[in-house]
């Protein structure tokens, strides 16, 4: 009943930048999550509706970063110095409350999934 749309992704070489979006109208928590090929699909990023839970795989911390603009209804993940290990189809997620409960890392903590963006790094 919720569509999330993403878009940013693109073929890129290693250390440059991508900003991915996802248009999600209403007040969620959001997550990116990104799943490789012949991988399981990982949690990447995490931000509450206020912003008081912003979180990180440790692969990413310090390269990534996940913002929002709720007047736009857009979150978005601004991938830096990617590496050819970011390589993946990229997901936004929604979770209808807006607030995390104990976990955001996990698929189970989201309701609503986007159609995911290809990211593709060149070494």
């Known amino acids: 009943q919720v569509t999330l749309v993403e878009s940013g992704g693109g073929l890129v070489q290693a250390g440059d930048s991508l900003r991915l979006s996802c248009a999600a109208s209403?007040?969620?928590?959001m997550g990116w999550f990104r799943q490789a090929p012949g991988k399981e699909r990982e949690f990447v990023a995490a931000?509450?509706?206020?912003?008081?839970?912003?979180a990180y795989i440790d692969s990413v911390q310090g390269r990534f970063t996940i913002s929002r603009d709720n007047a736009k209804n857009t979150v978005y993940l601004q991938m830096n110095s990617l590496k050819y290990e970011d390589m993946a189809v990229y997901y936004c997620?929604?979770?209808?409350?807006?607030?995390?409960?104990?976990?955001?890392?996990?698929?189970?903590?989201?309701?609503?999934w986007g159609q995911g963006t290809q990211v593709t790094v060149s070494s």
């Open positions: 931000l509450s509706w206020l912003g008081r839970i912003t």
């Open positions: 209403g007040r969620y928590a």
């Open positions: 997620a929604a979770k209808q409350t807006g607030a995390f409960g104990t976990t955001y890392r996990t698929e189970n903590d989201y309701d609503y």
